[in-house]
């Protein structure tokens, strides 16, 4: 994380990821993130596919075989490519948007991507993820509080 | 010895309740359908049919990345079969150097087909495979059971 000095984290807000819940009324996970202060929440809802793979991740569990992020993971570390970070950019109408920062032999690089891709790679790489602040002012409406105790934080990362 | 192999479509199987690529070669001779995941079907079936996703997939990402890099996917080869669970190989050209990485035939595929790379099977495991019933439970699909990408 030596790294982290040399970004430009003004307009951002670095989030870990709390845990991973599976949504029962669809087949979906929320992935619940939050700043060091835990002053911020934001949930984001994922498919199940990239829940697993966020899940795995926390877990530290390891795939029989290479899992998309794992493969990913791979083609950067084969082509000495870094995955500087992870930013959380935009929300439209419930959908979030993000980018992944990455560094090559040729400069820097920002890719599009979902958060819940954006998030299974960075905690594959050890990189760090962050939001905007307009992002989660955008979220401010919200009781976060409410909604995590219906929730039930008690039952994060089973 | 390797043959070059085309995605012919995507099904379902309801006695695993999964996914199945199938493979075929240019000939229609052979063929190798290989079980995938739904959110790998998915990325599948949205390269097969031609559909940009309004965000990238998995598999967008995944090129996006290489394209960072400026790196080119030259093909891709399934190369074994054990125990049911095929293996796969991504062939990467990066500047002058040639990288051989390991994967599941699934995004193999999912992202040849993103960046026009061919697909081959090594003629081991197609032998392998045909030694299986899948067959007889292929030949038995009606055309209609194929393109569904679904569920």
């Known amino acids: ?158 | 010895m390797i043959t070059q192999m085309k995605v012919r479509g995507l099904t379902f199987d309801p006695y695993s309740n999964t996914f199945v690529v199938i493979l075929r070669d240019e000939h229609n001779v052979d063929m190798l359908p290989i079980w995938v995941g739904k959110s790998e079907a998915s990325a599948i079936s949205f390269a097969l049919e031609g559909v940009a996703a309004p965000r990238p997939m998995t598999h967008d990402l995944m090129k996006a990345v290489l394209d960072a890099a400026g790196a080119k996917v030259i093909s891709v080869v399934v190369t074994d079969l054990k125990d049911n669970t095929y293996y796969a190989r991504v062939h990467l050209m990066s500047e002058d150097s040639e990288y051989s990485i390991d994967a599941r035939p699934s995004d193999a595929i999912a992202l040849a087909l993103r960046a026009d790379a061919p697909i081959f099977a090594k003629e081991d495991v197609i032998r392998q495979q045909a030694t299986e019933e899948l067959g007889q439970w292929l030949e038995n699909l009606k055309p209609e059971d194929f393109g569904k990408s679904e569920s």
Not at chain 1, 65 to 87: C, G, W, Y
């Open chain 1, 1 to 158: 994380m030596a790294a982290d000095d040399d970004i430009d984290t003004g307009e951002l807000v670095r989030l870990t990821v709390h845990g991973v819940l599976p949504d029962q009324n669809t087949d979906t996970y929320i992935v619940i993130l939050r700043d060091a202060q835990h002053a911020d929440v934001l949930p984001i809802w994922v498919g199940a596919a990239e829940g697993g793979a966020i899940k795995m991740a926390l877990d530290g569990t390891v795939a029989a075989r290479p899992m998309s992020h794992d493969l990913i993971r791979s083609f950067t570390e084969h082509l000495n490519i870094k995955v500087s970070q992870a930013v959380i950019t935009d929300v439209k109408n419930n959908t979030y948007f993000a980018k992944v920062h990455l560094v090559t032999e040729s400069g820097e690089h920002q890719v599009d991507s979902r958060p819940s891709d954006a998030i299974a790679l960075a905690l594959r790489t050890n990189c760090p993820i962050f939001v905007t602040q307009e992002v989660l002012r955008q979220r401010g409406g919200t009781n976060l509080d409410a909604w995590l105790e219906r929730f039930g934080t008690k039952n994060l990362g089973k």
